[in-house]
């Protein structure tokens, strides 16, 4: 009897762990890729691979991401640098992934990009999946999840994926199978590079605002990633992105000036400093002045590695024979993708 017990036991024990299995692979199979088309949601991941030994940590949303180059705070400066960003990444988020990069390494500095002070509260879904999937299990993600959710969303879809993208049966394409196992980088050290142009025309002037007071919400977490950077010994460096498009306003600016002053902080808005950095909106934007293309992303990144050496002291690492090493195969990398697009546009 007892034996049968035992029997019956194992079979049922085989049984669930089969069931589970099946489960994960489906779950693997149906989340979206990113891999094609939007691939920011593929971003976040991919800090994981690093060696976790940057001297620059770059924090916040489409404006560090796509407007800075790593490549060339390497190059130019010895600076190594990795940019964390997602898709209209949201204060909250943007502390507790510094907060769980703060478990990995301890880097000299960390670059905030204010733009994300616009928000207060929860806005979509699918850019809070671009940021959180991709982020591992920890009381950071969960921390996040829960600030980041909206009325509609719930907690355990985020543990099981499975329940919010079952019904994706009928989207899936050759992209859920050919990277069912492995993913390509589609980032360099979080670098989205875009190499085509399209000139800056016509930009709208921002429409006027009922209250320009940043909320209580945002605020308070730009506090706690001050005192989080504080009490590391980690310099927080604010800045503006040049970005002409969405608006940037004085009294926006005034705030952030003000909370910079307060707190012992540098800020700097490259709105301020185009012509020094030599920014050409008619040659360095692939999108009209949202974000700069490969071109405006260099000029902006030679003009910040001298603040970052200069002005923050973040020495030179050239030398370093691992560094060398790790930074000849990503510039390879680099270069090999600037052909590759300059070749698609010609064709």
Known sequence: MRKANGKKIVQVLV?????????????????PKYMSGI???????????????????????????????????WQEYGINSYIRGSAEQLMWQSYYLL?????????????FNVLAMMFNEPQRETYNRMTLDGMRWSMSKVKSIQASMTEEESFL??????????????????????YFFHKDKVTFNGYYMRVDVLPAENVPAGRPLADYQ????????LEKMAELCESQGIELILIKAPSLYPAWYEQWDEQMVTFAKNHNLKYYNF???LDEIGLDFTQDTYDAGLHLNLS???????????????????GSRRGEERLEQEWKEKLQAYNAEIERQRAALER
């Not at 940590?57 to 180059?69: R, T």
Request: aromatic share 14%.
């Open 157 to 178: 879809d985020y543990v099981f994926p499975i329940l919010r993208y079952h019904s994706r049966w009928d989207k899936l394409s050759a992209d859920d199978f050919k």
């Open 271 to 273: 709105l301020d400093s």
């Open 296 to 314: 405006g992303a260099e000029k902006l990144s030679f003009y910040f590695g001298k603040k970052l050496a200069t002005d923050c002291g973040i």
């Open 99 to 111: 907060e769980e990069t703060l478990e990995y390494e301890k880097p000299k500095a960390v670059v």
């Open 15 to 31: 049984t669930l762990a089969v069931v589970l299995v099946i489960l994960a692979g489906l779950q693997r199979l149906l989340m």
């Open 39 to 73: 691939v920011e949601g593929g971003m976040i991941e991919e800090f994981y691979e690093e060696t976790m030994d940057h001297d620059v940590i770059f924090i916040g949303d489409c404006e560090v991401y796509e407007n800075f180059s790593p490549a060339v705070l």
């Open 214 to 221: 940043f909320g209580d919400n945002a605020y308070a977490y």
